[in-house]
């Protein structure tokens, strides 16, 4: 069970759209539709931003959006701003009720 | 508004085990559509799911810390626990408690959920001797 791939850093102009993606296997992201996604803020517990691949919880802005395709799974933010500058995690599940994380994205609003 | 806790030593020796507790309040531990899980974080790194409980008592752990973990619930106290035996160095990180949403019935139908949506506010243990 290894790590899903995520880029080390991602970074953005206020206002614009930045894509991150997640990579696994056919035994997490491509075998489920079970991939969330949460936002940490510096010294902060993670905050679940989207799950089941696509739905977003409620009160989590529709700036935030996620789809999959194949083994890739990838969160949107659309209209970037300030307070969106944080790491960013995806989480899928590996089959067996286990869990594989991602191993984060840092997105900075330039 | 349910809320999580976690309690515990914040320095453990090299080869002890380290023990945490996480309190829920607001809601009750023995709801049926969720497990009460654990990750962690190390310095500077990632997170790691370490494993999860369901009030009945069964469990499901990272395979990689499968030999060293031990996770329980008391529904009484409306808590559940962490052991990680034998530890070292590389166990030091921030430990966070989740709810952990599995699956629910609607009627005749169950729908199958895979998400933490609920987070404690973390704890540090540091191991180090």
């Known amino acids: 069970q290894s790590a899903l791939t995520q880029p080390a850093s991602v970074s953005g102009s206020p206002g614009q759209s930045i894509t991150i993606s997640c990579t696994g296997t056919?035994?997490?992201?491509?075998?489920?539709?079970?991939v969330s996604w949460y936002q940490q803020h510096p010294g902060k517990a993670p905050k679940l931003m989207i799950y089941?691949?696509?739905k977003r919880p409620s009160g989590v802005s529709n700036r935030f959006s996620g789809s999959k395709s194949g083994n890739t799974a990838s969160l949107t933010i659309s209209g970037l701003q300030a307070e969106d500058e944080a790491d960013y995690y995806c989480?899928?599940?590996?089959?067996?009720?286990?869990?594989?994380f991602g191993t984060g994205t840092k997105v900075t609003v330039l | 508004q349910l809320q999580l806790q976690e309690s515990g030593p914040g320095l453990v020796k090299p080869s002890e085990t380290l023990s945490l507790t996480c309190t829920v309040s607001?809601?009750?531990?023995?709801?049926?559509?969720?497990?009460w899980g654990w990750i962690r974080q190390p310095p500077g790194k990632g997170l790691e799911w370490i494993g999860s409980?369901?009030?009945?008592?069964?469990?499901y752990y990272n395979p990689s810390l499968k030999s060293r973990v031990t996770i329980s619930v008391d529904t009484s106290k409306n808590q559940f626990s962490l052991k990680l035996s034998s530890v070292t160095a590389a166990d030091t990180a921030v430990y966070y408690c989740?709810?952990?949403?599995?699956?629910?019935?609607?009627?005749?139908?169950?729908?199958?959920?895979?998400?933490?949506?609920?987070w404690g506010k973390g704890t540090t243990v540091t191991v180090s001797s």
């Open positions: 607001g809601g009750s531990i023995s709801s049926s559509s969720y497990y």
């Open positions: 056919s035994s997490d992201v491509g075998g489920y539709n079970y």
């Open positions: 409980i369901y009030y009945s008592g069964s469990t």
């Open positions: 989480c899928s599940y590996a089959g067996s009720s286990t869990y594989v």
């Open positions: 089941d691949v696509s």
């Open positions: 989740a709810r952990d949403l599995r699956g629910f019935w609607s009627g005749l139908n169950y729908y199958y959920y895979y998400y933490m949506d609920v």
